[in-house]
C-alpha cells in the first residue's frame, strides 16, 4: 500500500523525554503507515513505546522530531489549542480502567464529548441516545459507573469515545482489565466498529488473544518497530 | 459560547456534589465568614448614614457647650424663642433626653420629649402601625414607641413599662425611614421634664431647622455667638456631625469592627482556595481525561474556576442572608451617650456582600484553574 493513501502516516518520529536528568527515547526514528479502516494491534514489552506511539497518534503528546499526518494533517505540527480541537472532532481515546465520571450516569459521560461541540441540546441527545444503542447500553443510560459491570462501563467508555464520530479510536489495553467473557465483546464491539462503520482503531495490548483481533500486529522492541505481521502495513 | 459556558456550569455543579460533606462543610465555612463580613459591613453602613453629612441635611443640635450625655445637657428652654428669630431658622423644637445608660450599651432605652403639638414637625416621616397620635396626644404620659424597641422589649399598645425611673403608657407603636425614630420612645415634653427631674422650663437639646443647607454654618455660629456668654454656653452642629463627634467611643468601637471583615475576608479566601485545590489535585488524572476528549485547557480553568465561585457564592448567599435575617430579627441598636445607633441592613449591603463572595470564589481559585490547566496530559494520566 502506498503511504499516500495511508490514514496514519508516521515518518521519522523520535520521542525523548526527561526522567530526572536522564533523557529517556522510547521511539526513535519511528517510520509507521496505517491505512483506513484498520483495525491495529500494537505489542511489546513494557517499556518498549506503545503507549507513546498511541498517545503521539491520538494527539495528546508531541513528538520530539518527525512528521506525524493523521487524515491528512500533520498533528506534530499543531499547537496545543489546535491539538485540542483536532482531538474533539478526530479521534476516541479508550482506556483501560475506563475513566469515567463517577457522578455522572451512563449517558452523562458519552454526553461530554458534545458538551463542547456546536450542538443543539436535542441533536446532542440524540447522538448520544446512537452511541449508546450501539454499544448495547440503550437501556442502562441513567445509570451511573458504580451501577454497571466492568465490561458494561467499557462499553460507555467507547460509546464516549465515538459520540462525535471521529475516525480515530485508540484503545490502550481496553481489554486488560475484564474477564474473558467481557473481554470478548468489548473486542467484537471494537471489530464491529472498523467493519460495520469504517474506524481505524489502534489498539496497545499485552494479550494476543486481544490481538488477534486485529487485522494487523506489530511489535515494538526497544523503540523501533521489529515485525509487521500484516502484508499491508509497511513498517521500517 | 454561552451554551458551552452553560454546559460547564452543570457539569460544575455536578462535580460539587461528588464530595457533598467535604462542600457542606466548605459552604458552611464560607457562610460563617460572609455572615461576619455582612455583619460588620451592616455597622460600617449603618454608622456612615448616621454620620456623614448629605446635601440635603438642614438639621442643627443645639447642645450644651463641653457636655457629652443628655443627664449633664442642660439648656433653658426659653432659647427656642431667641433662637426662631435668626435669620434662616425655619423650625426650633425643644427635646428632652432621658437614656438609661449614658456609656457604650447594646441596650439602650432612649426617651425623647417633644411638645406635643410638635411631633409631626420634628419627625414628620414617622408612620403609625399600632394606635394613634391623638390618643398619644390626650394621655400626658403616654409614650410612641419606635417598632423595634416594642419588639426587643415586648411591648405592645395598652402596656405600661417603667425604665430609667419613668413609667409611661404605650399609645402606639410607630415605623420610621429613620432607623434612630425605631428605636426610642415619644413622650411629651412637660412629662420627661418632671420624670426625669430636671425640671420644668430645662431641656437636653434644642433641634434647629434651617431654610438651607448652606445657612447650617452661619446660623450654628450665630447662636453659639448668642449665648457664649449665657450660663449655659452653647455648642451647635449639624445632626450627623453632632452624633460622630458625641459618639465617638462608638464611632472607633464601629471603625475597629473594619478588621474583623477583612479577616473574614482572607478566612473565606483561604477556605475556598483550600477546597479547590483538593478539588483539582484529587482531579488530576480526570482533568487530563477530558482533556482527550476535547476539553481545552481555557475550559478545565473555567471548570474549576466555577467550582470555586459557586462554593463562594452558595456560602455567600447563606451567609449574607443569615446575616440579614438575624439583624432585622434582633433590631440591634448600640447607644452611646445618649445617641443609637441602629444596625440596620440594607439592599447595598446585600449586593455588596454577594459580589465579595463572587469575587472571592474567583480569586480563590485562579491559581487552582491555571495549575490545572497546564498540566500536561500524558503526566497527569499517569498520575496515581
Request: hydrophobic share 45%; aromatic share 6%; charged share 20%.
Amino acid at each position: 500500500m502506498s503511504s499516500h493513501e495511508s490514514f496514519i502516516r508516521c515518518r521519522g518520529v523520535t520521542k525523548t523525554y526527561h526522567k530526572g536528568n536522564t533523557p529517556v527515547t522510547p521511539l526513535s526514528a519511528l517510520d509507521l503507515d496505517v491505512p483506513r479502516g484498520t483495525f491495529l494491534a500494537l505489542m511489546g514489552p513494557s517499556g518498549s513505546g506503545k503507549t507513546t506511539l498511541l498517545n503521539l497518534i491520538a494527539g495528546i503528546d508531541s513528538p520530539t522530531s518527525g512528521s506525524l499526518h493523521v487524515g491528512g494533517v500533520d498533528i506534530a505540527k499543531l499547537k496545543r489549542g489546535q491539538l485540542t480541537k483536532w482531538r474533539a472532532s478526530h479521534v476516541g481515546y479508550i482506556f483501560q480502567l475506563y475513566h469515567l465520571v463517577p457522578i455522572l450516569s451512563a449517558f452523562e459521560n458519552v454526553e461530554l464529548p458534545l458538551l463542547l461541540a456546536p450542538l443543539s441540546r436535542k441533536e446532542r441527545h440524540r447522538q448520544v441516545q446512537v452511541a449508546l444503542e450501539l454499544v448495547g447500553l440503550g437501556d442502562r443510560s441513567d445509570h451511573r459507573p458504580s451501577e454497571l459491570s466492568g465490561g458494561q462501563e467499557q462499553r460507555v467508555a467507547i460509546a464516549r469515545a465515538i459520540v462525535a464520530n471521529p475516525a480515530l479510536l485508540v484503545a490502550d489495553e481496553p481489554t486488560g482489565d475484564l474477564d474473558r467473557e467481557s473481554a470478548t465483546q468489548i473486542l467484537n464491539l471494537l471489530r464491529e466498529l472498523v467493519r460495520e462503520h469504517g474506524k481505524t482503531i489502534v489498539m496497545v495490548t499485552h494479550d494476543p488473544r486481544a490481538a488477534a483481533v486485529a487485522d494487523t500486529v506489530l511489535h515494538l522492541e526497544k523503540d523501533r518497530l521489529v515485525e509487521a505481521a500484516d502484508l499491508n502495513m509497511q513498517a521500517a | 459560547m454561552i451554551a458551552k459556558s452553560f454546559n460547564i456550569v452543570l457539569l460544575a455543579v455536578k462535580q460539587l456534589t461528588r464530595h457533598r460533606i467535604r462542600s457542606l462543610l466548605t459552604i458552611l465555612g464560607v457562610a460563617a465568614g460572609m455572615f461576619l463580613f455582612a455583619t460588620v459591613e451592616t455597622m460600617q453602613g449603618s454608622l456612615r448614614r448616621a454620620t456623614q453629612t448629605t446635601a440635603d441635611d438642614t438639621t442643627l443640635v443645639v447642645y450644651r457647650d463641653n457636655r457629652f450625655c443628655p443627664a449633664t445637657s442642660r439648656l433653658p428652654e426659653h432659647y427656642e424663642s431667641t433662637i426662631r428669630k435668626i435669620e434662616g431658622v425655619r423650625e426650633v423644637i425643644p427635646i428632652q433626653i432621658v437614656v438609661n445608660n449614658c456609656g457604650a450599651s447594646l441596650d439602650i432605652i432612649a426617651f425623647r420629649g417633644v411638645p406635643p403639638d410638635s411631633l409631626t414637625k420634628y419627625a414628620p416621616q414617622i408612620q403609625v402601625l399600632d394606635g394613634t397620635v391623638e390618643s398619644w396626644k390626650q394621655r400626658s404620659d403616654a409614650a410612641l414607641l419606635g417598632r423595634h424597641f416594642a419588639a426587643r422589649r415586648g411591648l405592645k399598645v395598652g402596656d405600661r413599662f417603667d425604665a430609667a425611673g419613668v413609667v409611661v403608657h404605650v399609645a402606639g407603636i410607630i415605623d420610621s425611614p429613620e432607623p434612630q425614630d425605631n428605636n426610642v420612645a415619644y413622650v411629651h415634653l412637660p412629662f420627661l421634664q418632671q420624670a426625669s427631674r430636671a425640671g420644668l422650663g430645662v431641656v437636653t437639646q434644642f433641634n434647629v431647622r434651617v431654610t438651607s443647607a448652606e445657612r447650617l454654618d452661619p446660623v450654628a455660629k450665630e447662636i453659639d455667638e448668642y449665648f457664649r456668654s449665657e450660663q449655659a454656653p452653647t455648642r451647635t452642629r449639624p445632626e450627623k456631625a453632632f452624633f460622630a463627634d458625641t459618639a465617638q467611643e462608638l464611632v472607633e468601637l464601629v471603625g475597629f469592627t473594619r478588621w474583623l471583615g477583612l479577616g473574614a475576608v482572607a478566612a473565606v479566601l483561604g477556605l475556598v482556595a483550600n477546597a479547590v485545590l483538593l478539588v483539582v489535585r484529587a482531579r488530576v488524572k480526570e482533568n487530563a481525561v477530558l482533556q482527550t476528549l476535547g476539553f481545552g485547557q481555557r475550559a478545565i480553568a473555567l471548570l474549576v474556576a466555577v467550582e470555586g465561585v459557586l462554593l463562594g457564592l452558595a456560602g455567600g448567599v447563606l451567609g449574607v442572608l443569615s446575616a440579614l435575617a438575624f439583624l432585622r430579627w434582633q433590631s440591634i441598636t448600640i447607644g452611646n451617650e445618649g445617641v443609637t445607633l441602629a444596625i440596620m441592613p440594607d439592599l447595598d449591603v446585600v449586593l455588596r456582600g454577594l459580589l465579595t463572595a463572587f469575587a472571592l470564589g474567583l480569586l480563590a481559585s485562579l491559581y487552582p484553574a491555571w495549575q490545572a490547566a497546564r498540566r500536561p496530559i500524558v503526566s497527569s494520566l499517569r498520575a496515581v
